[in-house]
């Protein structure tokens, strides 16, 4: 039997993604360009008879993941950047606790209120832990409706392996536009196994009563616990690096784009191609962990890059650390809510080839 396809808008594509993974708790605050994946999750989770709820504030929020996550619940909430700044303390919480959830950014042009076009202008909070103190997220950026789906369903899994939040990271344009979706097959939540992990279950699972929390006032148990989580993060690093290349091999110089600006710089990719000019695309797929070694590789073979994005530089810096002055990194960016248009993007690769 085929697989059906479903015209689906990113925003209500990622809400069925979420459901079908088991989510089993919500709970959002509205913001644009992300309201329809609330308002999707406000039909169906309750229909399903799982949770939702539209809390007081983003703070809230995050803060009511925080304890479904403690139950060893697949717990869920969604927001755009602004309110996504507001819930960095509570994600900074659950990284101490080292409770897993997901994260859904659909990204809008800031700073502050700013405008609410999509925008890559949250990649430095996104990759760098955002809240205070000593963590990651595992960051994952989709580059189309289906994309997003499987990355929001397979989310819930790698946060639950790894104990740490997954941020799913789509620019609002990915969140808005409609494209043809598979969708994975649903999961069941009652038969996901307990949580070793999860608060109560002291009879249940043989052991004492669990308490979860994030605070450690003596000093070396709590630089202990950092540094086995840093070993955790290492072991991120090694299993999760994951990119995609379009036509690297032969390549002079390469884009180097993820989300909408991936696809901007496929279509400059073909422009180019067409006129005998090399060029390539490497996109990050888990922007953290970021797959500086592969980029490393590309740069000792001579090769040039390019980064576009839809901010005034952010993922270039990554990869400048990456390259380690072994060859040329240039930067082209959109920002303010504007998205480079192809035309725009082979115009500056062709002027860096001297064409």
Wanted: aromatic share 8%; with cysteine.
């Amino acid at each position: 039997m085929a697989e059906e396809i479903r015209l689906m808008k990113g925003n209500e594509a990622i809400g069925e993604a979420a459901i079908r993974a088991g989510c089993r708790a919500y709970f959002g605050y509205p913001i644009t360009p992300q309201n329809e994946l609330t308002a999707y999750m406000a039909r169906h989770m309750i229909a399903k008879g799982r949770t939702f709820i539209q809390a007081e504030s983003e703070v809230a929020a995050i803060n009511m993941v925080y304890g479904a996550a403690a139950t060893g619940a697949r717990a869920m909430t969604s927001s755009s950047s602004p309110g996504i700044s507001l819930k960095q303390e509570g994600i900074s919480y659950l990284c101490g606790a080292d409770l897993p959830a997901v994260v859904v950014n659909v990204a809008r042009s800031g700073p502050g209120l700013g405008g609410i076009s999509p925008s890559q202008g949250d990649y430095f909070q996104s990759t760098r832990g955002g809240g205070h103190g000593d963590y990651y997220t595992i960051v994952l950026a989709p580059k189309s409706v289906q994309e997003a789906a499987d990355l929001t369903y397979e989310a819930f899994s790698l946060s639950e392996k790894y104990r740490v939040p997954v941020l799913v990271l789509a620019d609002g344009l990915i969140g808005q536009m409609m494209e043809g979706v598979v969708l994975p097959e649903p999961i069941d939540p009652a038969t996901l196994p307990r949580k070793p992990y999860a608060v109560g279950h002291a009879q249940e699972m043989g052991r004492d009563y669990n308490h979860v929390s994030s605070i450690n006032l003596v000093p070396d148990e709590l630089e202990a616990k950092n540094r086995e989580r840093f070993q955790r993060y290492e072991v991120i690093k090694k299993e999760l690096c994951r990119y995609e290349e379009i036509e690297v091999e032969d390549a002079d110089i390469v884009f180097v784009a993820y989300g909408t600006s991936a696809r901007v710089s496929h279509g400059a990719l073909m422009m180019a191609r067409e006129r005998g000019l090399k060029v390539g695309l490497f996109r990050p797929i888990t922007l953290w962990p970021f797959p500086y070694a592969r980029i490393a590789e590309l740069a000792a073979q001579g090769k040039r890059f390019l980064s576009v994005e839809m901010s005034m530089g952010q993922m270039v810096e990554d990869v400048r650390l990456a390259v380690n002055g072994k060859s040329e990194v240039y930067f082209y960016g959109r920002c303010g809510g504007n998205i480079p248009s192809q035309e725009e993007v082979f115009a500056e690769v062709a002027r860096l080839l001297g064409k």
